[in-house]
């Protein structure tokens, strides 16, 4: 049973870059070793990324996410030991089995034997495991949900690609979510079609012991650009209508850092001004699930996001999947 009266607040944000900072004139430059030509010109004007981070091969996706999760639980003033449940937004994972969440529960030395489990569904995977914690809160299962978007995308990255290693970087962001009487996340709406599972994908499997198929990331840009910009505004307007809010109620829009050109076509098909968005594709590259809660995150800790604002996160990926959620932060 929904407690009507019962809302998820976010009550602490955190976030993780990993040190190795990458501007796009050194990966062009690293490029060029292997004869592929690319430049900062190119990635810039078609994408607005200027730089990324990359994991050293020492690290992993939980350690990103031990760090977002440590700077979210002090800022909500958490004790880790209260946390009822993990869930971590990842499409590369430490390993195959156990789950992130699980390692991560490890590192950060809970030992309440919480709930810990993994959401996979892309970039739109921060999105999703938000819907599913507010679930799990508004029901009255659990009180404190910590919730991580963490990826290290660059191992997946085929950089004798182009046209898709310029794209992504590595990261973690994490919020801390609290039952609460005064409303947090007012309303969500996801979707996913299959049918379009091919324009993004990384095909590979393992199998007897060696990776079958393909283990790049694949992508079809123009097919997903062109999907992209349609479903976000669609999502956008449903988890609006849900909250009895509209686009011009929004102080921020927080959208999947995927690209500019996408981000500006959601912001313009809503009547906001670009002002209202939350921009780090520049700084960080698209990092998947991470994306969002990184640059929720930043601008909470900038100031710029105050208590009472409403905010609209929406992301898109692949599967297809897609989703958004309003919260008065
Ligand atoms: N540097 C220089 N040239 C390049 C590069 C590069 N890094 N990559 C591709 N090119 C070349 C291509 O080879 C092609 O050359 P040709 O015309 O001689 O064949 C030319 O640039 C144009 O290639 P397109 O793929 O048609 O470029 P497009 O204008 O579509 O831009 C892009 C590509 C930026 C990926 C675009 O399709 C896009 O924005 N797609 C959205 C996808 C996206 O953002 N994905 C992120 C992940 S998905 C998600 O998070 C939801």
Redesign the pocket.
């Known amino acids: 049973m929904t407690h009507t009266n019962l809302y998820s607040r976010i009550i602490g944000t955190g976030s993780c870059l990993p040190p190795t900072r990458v501007t796009n004139e050194e990966l062009a430059s690293q490029l060029a070793t292997r004869g592929i ?3 900062d010109e ?2 810039f004007t ?2 607005g990324i200027r730089a990324r981070h990359f994991v050293n091969a020492e690290q992993n996706t939980s350690d990103l996410a031990l760090i977002a999760s440590q700077q979210a639980l002090e800022a909500a003033g958490v004790d880790p030991q209260t946390v009822d449940l993990i869930l971590v937004a990842t499409s590369t994972p430490d390993c195959i089995f156990p789950s992130t969440a699980c390692l991560l529960q490890n590192k950060l030395g809970i030992r309440n034997n919480c709930a810990a489990f993994d959401v996979q569904a892309v ?1 739109s995977g921060f999105a999703y495991a938000l819907t599913v914690a507010d679930q799990f809160i508004r029901s009255g299962t659990y009180r404190t949900v910590l919730v991580v978007g963490a990826e290290t995308f660059s191992r997946l990255l085929d950089f004798n690609d ?2 898709t290693c ?2 992504f970087g590595d990261g973690a962001g994490a919020v801390v979510l609290r039952a609460s009487e005064e409303p947090g996340i007012l309303a969500s709406a996801l979707h996913a079609d299959g049918g379009h599972a091919d324009i ?1 994908c990384v095909p590979g499997r393992v199998n007897a012991g060696a990776i079958a198929g393909n283990a790049f990331l694949h ?1 079809d ?2 097919a ?2 062109k999907l ?1 910009v349609n479903v976000l505004e669609k999502v956008a307007l449903e988890a609006l209508a849900k909250a009895q809010l509209s686009p011009a109620d929004l102080d921020w829009l927080i959208p ?1 850092q ?2 500019i ?2 981000m500006q076509g959601t912001c313009r098909k809503l009547g906001l001004p670009f002002e209202r968005m939350v921009v780090t594709v520049d700084q960080h590259g ?1 990092t ?1 699930a991470a994306s969002i809660p990184l640059a929720l995150d930043q601008a909470v800790r900038d100031g710029r996001i105050k208590r009472g604002h409403h905010i609209l996160i929406e992301g ?2 692949g599967g297809f999947t897609w989703g958004a959620s309003v919260i008065r932060f």
Request: with cysteine; net charge positive.
């Open positions: 030509e690319t430049s190119w990635i078609r994408t970039c182009r046209s310029v794209l993004l992508m840009g123009q997903v650009l992209a999947h995927a690209n050109r996408i698209n998947s898109v990926g």
